[in-house]
């Protein structure tokens, strides 16, 4: 019987199984999607009882698409920042998962911001105050909560490992904690200065442990047997940097989807600037990995916005149409929510810019899918000013890092080699290779490093890339700074 390591990637709008061999080959995948609901404009909720479902779904579905397997473990990849709270006693959700993308909590933030803390937070946790990340959305949630409960809080890795292990253990790992808001990145550990800060009680958290650990065992999980350790836990976006085998200073990744990371391996603890956020990238035999990261919030998300608004069928007619662009043509903004790194501006809209009457269907087709390389672009100009290392080895991965043309586009903008990744789940096989550490499946890095890996590098071309950068500036000035509004005359 075969042997394998059973990874979970819960995304933002699908949850997906993937069985892996302990020679790292993928021997079969499952996946179920995650409904999504916009109760008011800018906030952003989902269901964690569906994502659960979705979850046993995609198992169902992998197990059945894949070889009879003595599973090994579970691995756990996880959407980050995105939150819940639900009942210690009986394990049943008290509130909605509040998306990562969200933006109830902004007010909170600029009540924040305002009073000082800002500083402080980021030298703590090395994030900005921003709708994205949990802190007041946890303190949202709580304010909601009916009296009479003893809660728990977490964010997705922590909802997986209660159930399951049925509600037995509450805990997440260190790189999903390093995304609350509410830990000490020096400290390794939840800051009591942070929690009251945020109005969070710190005896409602999920113990932190190392990402490649045991995190429980499975019971009562429709399709698995009882017993099977949950071996490991982390981002989706930091698996995907394990995954690619990034263990030098500079390597880094672009995941890309609805929004996208861009992530570069730290030799250190470095506090961040212009833009960036510092991280946990992952946590083995209690010893941190940083990265630096920039979080955009939306990339390949407007896609598919586009293709509508232009009336085509789907999201590779809108590619193709894009590649026949002639030169020249307007400016596009993709913030629908806001901007993320590296300006983080949560009251930016989403516009075109530069829009004339010899603007064509093409170019403002072309304007839309730029700015995913446009975004990256400034956030890897961000990362180069601070980093201690020059930057190296650059891989991309997510669904849209398997369109060619919109890869090199990313290679041309940066100047730099872009390594097209064949496998789409780098967060699912970062997962399972650290629970293969976890379980002794493989002995360490070196050896994690030496797994076969396919790619594509793609050299950058020369391209009129400074006069369409130009062109995505002003685009971007536009869309931060407000003008006059004709309400107030």
């Known amino acids: 019987m075969t042997t394998a390591i059973l990874a979970i990637d819960q995304g933002t709008t699908n949850s997906k199984a993937v069985l892996v061999s302990t020679t790292g080959e993928i021997l079969s995948r499952g996946a179920s ?56 006693a009986t394990g049943k959700p ?30 703590l946790t090395g994030l900005p105050v921003d709708p994205m990340f949990p802190g007041p959305k946890m303190k949202w949630l709580l304010d909601r909560v009916p009296s009479g409960h003893e809660v728990r809080l977490g964010t997705i890795d922590a909802w997986l490992i209660h159930c399951f292990t049925d509600g037995a253990v509450h805990a997440c790992d260190a790189a999903n904690a390093a995304r609350s808001q509410l830990y000490d990145l020096n400290r390794q550990a939840w800051s009591d200065e942070l929690c009251d800060l945020f109005g969070v009680p710190k005896s409602a958290l999920p113990e932190v ?5 045991r995190f429980g065992v499975t ?52 506090a961040p600037e212009r ?35 232009l009336g085509l069928p789907d ?5 193709d149409l894009a590649a026949t662009a002639e030169p020249g043509g307007p400016g596009f903004v993709p913030a629908f929510v806001g901007l993320g790194a590296p300006y983080w501006q ?35 100009r961000a990362m180069s000013a601070q980093s201690p290392t020059p930057l190296g080895r650059l891989y991309a991965d997510g669904g849209p890092s398997k369109n060619t043309f919109l890869m090199q586009c990313v290679a041309d903008t940066l100047n730099h080699v872009i390594t097209q990744c064949d496998a789409p789940e780098a967060s699912a096989l970062g997962a399972a290779y650290l629970a293969g550490l976890s379980l ?24 009129d890339a400074v006069e369409r950068i130009r062109v995505w500036q002003d685009a971007i000035y536009r869309s931060t700074v407000p003008g006059p509004s004709i309400m107030s005359e």
């Open 33 to 88: 999607p995650v409904g999504i609901e916009h109760p008011q404009p800018g906030w952003v909720e989902q269901s964690p009882l569906r994502i659960w479902e979705s979850v046993q779904e995609a198992i169902a579905a992998c197990l059945q698409a894949g070889p009879v397997a003595d599973i090994l473990g579970i691995a756990i990849s996880n959407q980050r920042e995105s939150v819940t709270v639900w009942d210690a």
């Open 94 to 123: 008290l509130g909605p998962v509040v998306s990562w993308q969200c933006r109830r909590s902004a007010p909170a933030c600029a009540e924040l911001i305002a009073a000082g803390h800002a500083a402080r937070v980021q030298a």
């Open 209 to 213: 442990r190392d990402s490649a650990s």
């Open 219 to 270: 019971k009562n999980v429709p399709g698995l047997r009882d017993g099977i350790p949950i071996a490991s836990a982390i981002g989706d976006s930091h698996a995907a940097l394990f995954g690619h085998g990034a263990f030098n200073p500079g390597d880094g990744k672009v995941t890309f989807g609805t929004g996208s990371s861009v992530m570069t391996t730290l030799p250190r603890f470095i």
């Open 275 to 309: 833009g960036i956020t510092t991280t946990i990238a992952w946590s083995i035999d209690g010893q941190p990995t940083y990265a630096f990261e920039g979080n955009i919030l939306v990339s390949a998300a407007a896609l598919p916005w586009m293709a509508e608004m």
């Open 315 to 319: 999201v590779q007619s809108l590619i």
């Open 346 to 380: 949560a009251d930016a809209r989403a516009l075109f810019s530069g829009i004339t009457f010899n603007t064509t269907r093409a170019q403002m087709a072309r304007a839309v899918t730029d700015s995913m390389a446009f975004q990256v672009h400034d956030v890897f």
């Open 440 to 463: 002794g499946v493989w002995a360490d890095l070196a050896a994690v490093a030496s797994l076969p890996r396919a790619g594509n590098p793609l050299l950058p071309h020369p391209c």
